[in-house]
């Protein structure tokens, strides 16, 4: 018997128009049209979830509220709801009529340290708390795609996993959390995962979908450098080693790595967000401590770039007579689209959107620890447009203007149905 070995890339066609051929079915067009009618009649109820998320934020862990109105609404819908994974996160099962494999989306659930500054008739009312990075929305969103599928698992091949993770802004000190936990604690076990979705809310057009096949966001990896000098009195700066002085000497010389130790093609970013020394102003600060974030795109850079810090910090201390301790953690990777997923899921957005709203976007310089479930399983990662078209501009993540306009909100719960069930009908073939 002679075996042939069809090369990996025509299987890959092959897959894809499987794929194609399943999504101009009869039975495709029912379930759209179901999918259609499900949103529209539950976006009252997602829309008066999402404000009072958004009025009630909480901090990483302590997604208290958060987590129990999830859960007790995920339990109305008939779904398998396991509680306290990661400390407050849930992960909910969906179980189709039909046997298949297990996809899954996460959303997370935790606000930032922020004032809010929106003026909303829902605005915070948590002082310090906003959700200025959408996850209000990216619940409201998870939610309201269970909502929508949960009366329509008769026709479903498989099982959806929804996972509402606490903490992806980073836990408090001296805890565990985010995206480690979760999976630490089984969040993509039992049912086993084959794929996994998530978004993020995007200042660009509403009805808008930009994605990046491969790299779509950077590693993120703490530092912290301690300079030891010695005190003496300002008045007689030469019996002393002055930390400040040494430490703006290094952070000077750390602002050129990027841009002379590095391919410019790859892109890098150092950044120094805290400084604390000295005692007094008339003394010579023995002491410097500072910290800050390596964000980058490549392994080779995250590689290199610890090396070359912890050169300088150390040369420079020394030529200064003074010690300097270099501590460095690789923290979260990237967030990796898989290509073969990605590919087989841009029909998908293309058809339900139009080609012209689904754009091709670049890697971007910020962090998500979603990137550890990419590291686990195929994952598929996209930005989800939220800029009123009538604005000029939309203020940024992390803003305390922030605002997400709601009409997205739809388009991404109908964006996340069709995904999850073309992923878990490919596998099916």
Request: some cysteine; overall charge negative.
């Amino acid at each position: 018997m002679k075996i042939h070995i069809v090369p990996h890339f025509f299987l890959l066609l092959i897959l894809i128009c499987l794929a194609a051929a399943w999504a101009s079915s009869p039975a495709d067009n029912t379930m759209s049209r179901r999918i259609n009618e499900e949103t529209e009649k539950n976006m009252p109820e997602v829309i008066k979830i999402r404000r009072f998320l958004h009025m009630n934020p909480e901090p990483a862990n302590r997604e208290f509220e958060t987590s129990r109105l999830i859960a007790s609404k995920l339990e109305s819908l008939g779904l398998e709801v396991r509680t306290g994974i990661a400390k407050t996160g849930i992960v909910a099962l969906l179980k189709g009529a039909q046997p298949g494999p297990a996809v899954a989306v996460r959303a997370e659930m935790d606000a930032l340290p922020i004032q809010e500054k929106t003026n909303l008739a829902y605005s915070s009312l948590n002082p310090g708390l906003m959700h200025a990075c959408g996850h209000d929305v990216h619940c409201s969103l998870a939610l309201g795609t269970a909502m929508v599928l949960a009366p329509l698992k008769d026709r479903i091949k498989g099982n959806i996993v929804f996972i509402f993770q606490p903490a992806e802004e980073g836990p408090p000190a001296n805890e565990e959390g985010g995206a480690r936990l979760m999976i630490k604690e089984g969040a993509i076990a039992n049912p086993g995962v084959s794929a996994i979705f998530a978004l993020q809310v995007w200042p660009e057009t509403v009805g808008k979908i930009l994605f990046s096949p491969g790299t779509v966001t950077a590693s993120s990896d703490p530092f912290k450098v301690t300079i030891k000098g010695r005190s003496a009195d300002a008045a007689r700066p030469h019996e002393g080693v002055d930390a400040i002085v040494i430490a703006a000497e290094i952070i000077t010389a750390l602002q050129a790595v990027p841009s002379r130790e590095l391919d410019p093609t790859d892109p890098a970013v150092i950044t120094i967000g805290v400084i604390n020394g000295g005692t007094k102003s008339n003394m010579i600060a023995e002491e410097v401590t500072f910290g800050g974030t390596v964000l980058s795109l490549s392994h080779d850079n995250r590689k290199k770039i610890p090396i070359v810090m912890e050169s300088i910090v150390d040369n420079i201390a020394a030529s200064f007579g003074a010690s300097a301790v270099f501590e460095y953690k690789r923290g979260i990777p990237s967030v990796y689209n898989h290509p073969e997923l990605a590919a087989s899921m841009l029909p998908t957005l293309e058809k339900l959107l139009g080609k012209d709203k689904v754009l091709p976007w670049k890697p971007q310089m910020m962090a998500e620890d979603f990137a550890l479930f990419s590291e686990k399983i195929p994952a598929f990662y996209f930005f989800l447009g939220v800029k009123n078209p009538a604005q000029p501009a939309a203020a940024p993540l992390h803003s305390p203007h922030f605002n997400p306009d709601e009409a997205a909100i739809p388009i991404g719960i109908k964006a996340l149905c069709h995904l999850l069930l073309d992923a878990l009908a490919q596998q099916s073939f």
